[in-house]
């Protein structure tokens, strides 16, 4: 995974782990863990008894499961029930399940640029997979038909997170529904990874635009890590046709083990109906500030935006023949680090690949007052590297 890779490289470099005093964490997905501006208050504890030492039930606890469907259905107006959705550990031990327990002959069908994990879980799974053109040439917005590819290719399942991690670019309204419309239901499949949702200034879920969950082939994965800031508990979830979650159940009761009760017991009070209303507000005015005072500056850096409007990252593009790798050996030595393109890459092609002068730059932990500080800084690094 390219983002460790980073880490590893930074802490060679600088003497330090990343997110300690000092360092500045612009290749870091994840959010602020405190109150934000007009936000709800974070509980701080949870009350344990007994009953929550004894081992937790695989597909989640009742609460949570009602809760997390509660939670679409006040949001949304969709008609989700507890026994559509599966708790995990995180959201990307729910993808892996949902790879594992595909039929070898589906194959998936992703875009060229993508989360950057993707790419290891596909290839250690052995998963076929096509890629969809996703660059300059489309604005990093593949259509419908390029998702769906060609027939001839068999079953497919279409994979994208959305607001895109790492562009940002978010499918809603029509160009959704004519998604899911198209890619699940029959001989397709929609796995909708949906941990950036709050990040947009109208939050929506694939969700609304399936008629009968349970008929359909539609996957949409959530967490508690980005929205509901809380990336520590480690709580993700699946949500899909009761037929689909009762597989995945009794495959966590002998692979999974169930998630720890204090986690869980916590998420629930994240998602409190009237906390995540509010919640749901602060977020995405929060961070839609954040997107375009610095995507103001970076152009003003000379860099170019290809960014869309969800998410909490900016989608960058070096000028000249500078390199995000040329970048961050300078950022290292000041203590930064962002994600280099080339991690995004689901094809991989290192230094021959298009991206290699893209990064992507995440404002999602950043402190506000740290703003003018990160403009500086990078426009030194920049202005080193360009001399």
Not at 81 to 102: H, K, Q, S, T, Y
Not at 135 to 143: D, I, K, L, V
Not at 264 to 281: F, G, S
Not at 283 to 294: G, L
Request: glycine share 10%; proline share 6%.
């Amino acid at each position: 995974m390219g983002i460790y890779e980073t880490l590893y490289s930074f802490q060679d470099a600088f003497g330090s782990a990343m997110g300690e005093a000092g360092t500045h964490p612009w290749s870091q997905g994840y959010p602020r863990t405190v109150p934000l501006p007009d936000g709800p208050e974070i509980p701080s504890s949870v009350s344990i008894t007994s009953d929550d030492l004894k081992y937790p039930k695989s597909w989640g606890l009742p609460a949570l499961r009602e809760a997390i469907a509660r939670s679409y259905r006040d949001g949304y107006g969709v008609d989700v029930e507890a026994d559509n959705v599966m708790v995990f550990a995180g959201g990307r031990p729910g993808l892996i399940a949902l790879l594992l327990f595909m039929h070898s002959d589906i194959r998936v069908r992703i875009s060229e640029t993508e989360y950057t994990p993707y790419y290891d879980m596909l290839r250690t799974m052995n998963r076929n997979y096509s890629i969809v053109p996703s660059n300059t040439a489309n604005g990093f917005r593949p259509s419908v038909a390029d998702f769906m590819g060609d027939q001839s290719e068999g079953r497919r399942l279409v994979l994208l997170s959305n607001p895109c991690n790492p562009t940002g670019h978010t499918r809603n309204g029509d160009e959704m529904k004519e998604l899911v419309d198209a890619a699940a239901y029959g001989e397709t499949g929609l796995l909708v990874d949906e941990a950036y949702e709050f990040f947009h200034q109208k939050p929506e879920s694939a969700l609304v635009h399936v008629d009968n969950l349970n008929e359909s082939n539609l996957f949409v994965c959530g967490a508690a890590t980005k929205g509901l800031q809380a990336p520590g508990l480690r709580i993700g979830w699946v949500v899909a046709a009761k037929k689909h979650i009762e597989i995945l159940g009794n495959f966590g009761s002998f692979g999974v083990g169930g998630v720890a009760h204090p986690s869980q017991k916590l998420a629930v009070e994240l998602l409190e109906p009237a906390r995540l209303k509010h919640a749901r507000q602060a977020i995405s005015n929060f961070y839609a500030h954040q997107r375009n005072r610095y995507g103001a500056a970076f152009e003003g850096l000379g860099l170019k935006l290809h960014s869309g409007d969800g998410g909490f990252y900016h989608w960058c593009e070096l000028p000249g023949n500078l390199t995000a790798s040329t970048l961050n050996k300078e950022l290292f030595r000041r203590g930064a680090a962002i994600l280099e393109g080339t991690d995004c890459d689901m094809e991989r092609r290192g230094d021959d690949s298009p991206l290699r002068s893209f990064f992507r730059f995440s404002f999602g932990p950043l402190d506000p007052n740290s703003f003018d500080d990160d403009i500086r800084l990078l426009s030194a690094a920049l202005e080193s590297c360009t001399r």
